[in-house]
């Protein structure tokens, strides 16, 4: 199954002081630049979704996306722009959404979660240690219209709540020895994500190693 890929960048990281979560350095790199480069190889096409200014993402090479509604209705708003710049793509029958401040995600995280929704499943998405995380997610592109639908006449907003509209699968992963779904919030994160991507050296640049896979 060919799918895109969508960053979800448009955070305003206001418990970090401002700015945008995935232009933070992580070992010297941008987290932008860690999961694009991650997550390059395993889509046909890669964009990212953010609001503002699209000039500071620039140096990245992909078309950024703004919200195509009103409100700033959070991550599901970048998902369905995701979802309708990828209608307009030749053969591409699902997107792969990546949170932009999740430095660590499973390099495997689009094949299982393929796995799932060639089997059948509405949608998939990932869950670590028992919890899920719907925003690390994979959605046909026929899902565009009702979830405009549910943005825009419903005036929903949790991506959880859409994930079970959605009839989405959970596919787990191990939360060990570091959870790869572990996202910077807080200035601690922050510190704590240096000091494990720093740690693994190598092994965290490729998402292998530093992220418990299951």
């Known amino acids: 199954m060919i799918i895109a890929g969508i960053i979800l960048a448009g955070g305003q990281a206001r418990r970090l002081g401002g700015g945008d979560k995935p232009l933070r350095l992580?070992?010297?790199?941008?987290?932008?630049?860690?999961?694009?480069?991650?997550?390059?190889?395993?889509?046909?096409?890669?964009?990212?979704?953010?609001?503002?200014?699209?000039?500071?993402?620039?140096?990245?090479?992909?078309?950024?996306?703004?919200?195509?509604?009103?409100?700033?209705?959070?991550p599901l708003a970048g998902l369905l722009a995701g979802l309708e710049w990828a209608g307009t793509l030749p053969d591409v029958k699902a997107l792969l959404t990546l949170p932009g401040?999740?430095?660590?995600?499973?390099?495997?995280?689009?094949?299982?979660?393929?796995?799932r929704v060639e089997a059948g499943a509405g949608a998939a998405v990932a869950s670590s240690g028992g919890r899920r995380h719907p925003v690390a997610g994979l959605w046909p592109l026929s899902l565009a219209a009702s979830l405009r639908r549910f943005l825009v006449d419903e005036g929903e907003r949790k991506v959880g709540l859409w994930a079970e509209r959605a009839g989405a699968a959970t596919v787990e992963w191990s939360s060990g020895p570091v959870d790869p779904f572990f996202n910077i919030n807080h200035p601690d994160d922050l510190a704590l994500a240096e000091r494990l991507a720093t740690g693994c050296g190598a092994a965290a640049d490729g998402n292998k190693g530093c992220s418990g896979h299951g």
């Open 26 to 74: 992580l070992a010297g790199r941008p987290i932008l630049a860690r999961l694009i480069a991650s997550f390059a190889p395993k889509v046909s096409a890669m964009a990212i979704s953010a609001n503002g200014d699209p000039a500071r993402f620039a140096a990245f090479g992909l078309p950024v996306l703004a919200d195509p509604v009103p409100g700033h209705p959070g």
């Open 101 to 115: 401040d999740t430095p660590f995600l499973p390099d495997d995280l689009a094949d299982r979660l393929g796995e």
